[in-house]
């Protein structure tokens, strides 16, 4: 993370036009490549698989992660025609071996949803992409609203105190502090899954709403901290700078979509960057 100064265009604030800082986090996001277009069709159960079309000269890396279909042509189609398709997706994957500061060669392969307009459009858009490098910026603009999804930090198995911040228990207990003081009631004869106890902690899926993009860039060097990002390095790719903290340790794999709760009034429009810090993250 570093931190920014934009221009606050907040309507009702009290620093209207005037510069803020903010906090930023800096995600390196090198270009997904579509690997295959699928295709859905609708049946009394819901949707089923009809098939899929996979592209050629694909990253070898990538049948580490699946068996990769091969001999699919443009004519492969021309089976689909026929089928009263209802939804198109495509499986793209990453590239890391793009990223310097991730050890990681292995793909990661997602489905995405091709969405907008007729599904005649939707096979035509999936047909154009396929094989070929989608950039961040096809998906999202400076100043819109993303939700960001990751695996929050792992700190293993952890006591209530921490686990879920229970008061400390009197100095006059016999036993100890850092517990609870009983499991909860006689009646119902079981322990409730409201009682708090012990367990895991971190190292869990979660999504954050409404994160806005504040910047889009595609030299790296722009954002650069001197000595480089602490357990990172340095940013060679793509990059975007969302307002705010995201979910997850250095390194980690983080997926964007389109913002489902996405407010309403907000403005959209690109901010108006002053400053952004590149100063050394060393001892911060």
Known sequence: MTHAFVVDKRVKSTTTGMEVQVPVTVIEVPPMKIAAVRFYENTLIGLKTAGEVWAQDLDPLLSKRLNVPVGHTAESFDRYAEFDVEDVRVLAYTQPRKITGVPKKVPDLMELRIGGGVIKDRVAYA????????????????????DVIAVTKGKGFQGVTKRWGVKLLSHRNSKHRRGIGNLGPKRPGYVRGTVPQAGQLGYHQRTEFNKKIVKVGNDGQDVNPKGGFLNYGEVRNNYVLIHGSVPGPTKRLIRFRDATRAPKKADMSAPEITYVSTESKQGA
């Open 127 to 146: 047909k154009g992409i396929l094989g070929k490098e989608v950039v961040v910026k096809d998906f999202a603009a400076e100043g819109t609203f993303i």
